[in-house]
């Protein structure tokens, strides 16, 4: 079996083509949740639209992002014991605006995000847009 010089380019280029686009794909799907909020609320101090929003978890840090990305918080997590495995985001009505209160990503969960409550709201898998 004779192998020439362009084969072997050729080849090499195939496999790191294949490997550079299988990767992506694979951290895109596991590691994050869409949520849909089908109200507008604030978080963080800033007003957010109703819409799809990415929950992703980066180790004690869960990352909330607007579907056009223009929006990006972050904040780091405590365990949370006896949590189900479920990615809820929970609100707070505030009279007129919802205001996000935490962001739990299965075992963990943010700190309290508002200083007070009236009603409790959750957006959780029934919402789910893709995981």
Known sequence: MQMNLRTLVLASAAM??????????????????????PFSFTADGKI?????????????????????ASQNFAWVTIGAPGNDGRVVLRFTDNGQ???????QYEAVVTPRLTRHSRKAEDISPQYVVGR
């Open 16 to 37: 790191a083509a294949a490997a550079l686009t299988s990767i992506p794909a694979v951290a895109a799907i596991t590691g994050a949740t869409t949520l849909h909020v």
């Open 48 to 68: 957010l639209s109703a819409g799809d929003y990415t929950v992703k978890r980066d180790g004690d840090i869960v990352r909330l992002q607007s579907a056009d």
């Open 97 to 103: 605006m919802h205001a996000l209160e935490t962001v």
